[in-house]
């Protein structure tokens, strides 16, 4: 769930916060500008970077709360910082925070998060269900797909479904490759080499992928390009696939450890920054 989502369901159960935001930034600093958090009373969403700035920004934050409690709403206002020996932080930057009740006004504000990647993620083995559950609190749209409706159920039996990411039980499995906007990620790892086989020459005939990732081994992938080679795949396609997939260095064959590694490989790939 998006941070954002988090405040509108707040704002919705009248529940009383205040959004802090990072609203300006110089030199070296934990977070940018743009980043919010929110703080109630007794619980808090989101970083703004953490260590004494977020403890100081918390406080701020609790103390405003209570006075708006009292004596009704109060205008925003900001607070600029340097992150030096004062703070406890050697960043050495400055900070300007912005503090907000949470309203309509400052909901409207806040502008709608931009996935950074949009996933196919083809299997919803025990490396699958994994990599869900790593996703569910970064910014991206995820498609899951697979044929077998057991398998998002015993994901469902441990944790729920997380917004953004939609469980599709399709039968022609491949099929599905046509429906990914431009520009999509597809990691593929089902059940059946067969299968696996179907799915990656789509994408790849597709071509217009961001990343297009594989589960497997070395030998499986000279025995996937050479099939592709025969249906006359591109080799510029080809060269392209991730197989094996994770990033390097990262060792295990444990579905968390997998996960991790594929997960990481993903966020490299698109450039994305989670933090």
């Known amino acids: 769930m998006t941070l954002r989502t988090h405040a509108l369901r707040w704002l919705d159960a009248s529940r009383p916060a205040i959004v ?4 300006a930034t110089r030199g070296s600093v934990p977070r940018e500008a743009g980043t919010r958090m929110l703080v109630a009373a007794d619980s808090v969403r989101g970083t703004i970077g953490g260590g004494h700035l977020e403890w100081q920004a918390i406080a701020q934050a609790r103390e405003r709360l209570a006075r708006c409690t009292t004596r009704g709403d109060e205008p925003p206002r900001e607070q600029t910082l340097a992150l030096g020996p004062s703070l406890g932080q050697c960043c050495g930057g400055e900070v300007t925070l912005r503090y907000a009740p949470l309203d309509a006004a400052s909901l409207a504000a806040w502008p709608e998060t931009v996935p950074r990647f949009h996933l196919q993620l083809y299997g919803a083995g025990h490396v699958g269900r994994a990599i869900v559950a790593l996703l569910a609190s970064i ?15 015993a994901f469902a039996a441990l944790a729920p479904l997380p917004p953004h990411v939609q469980a599709l039980c399709v039968d022609a499995v491949e099929a599905e490759v046509a429906q990914a906007p431009p520009g999509a990620c597809y990691l593929v790892l089902t059940h059946e080499h067969d299968l696996d ?3 990656t020459e789509a994408v790849l005939r597709r071509g217009d992928f961001a990343y297009c ?5 070395r030998t499986k992938r000279a025995r996937f390009v050479h099939r592709f080679q025969e249906r006359g795949v591109s080799d510029a396609a080809i060269a392209r696939l991730t197989c094996p997939i994770g990033l390097p260095g990262i060792t295990g064959k444990e579905p968390a450890v997998l996960a991790i590694a594929a997960v990481a490989q993903l966020l490299q790939a698109t450039g994305s920054v989670v933090g």
């Open 197 to 199: 086989l179907r799915i």
């Open 20 to 23: 802090v935001e990072v609203a």
């Open 213 to 217: 990732g594989l589960i497997g081994s």
């Open 139 to 153: 910014d991206c749209r995820v498609q899951w797909i697979d044929e077998r409706e057991a398998e998002f159920d």
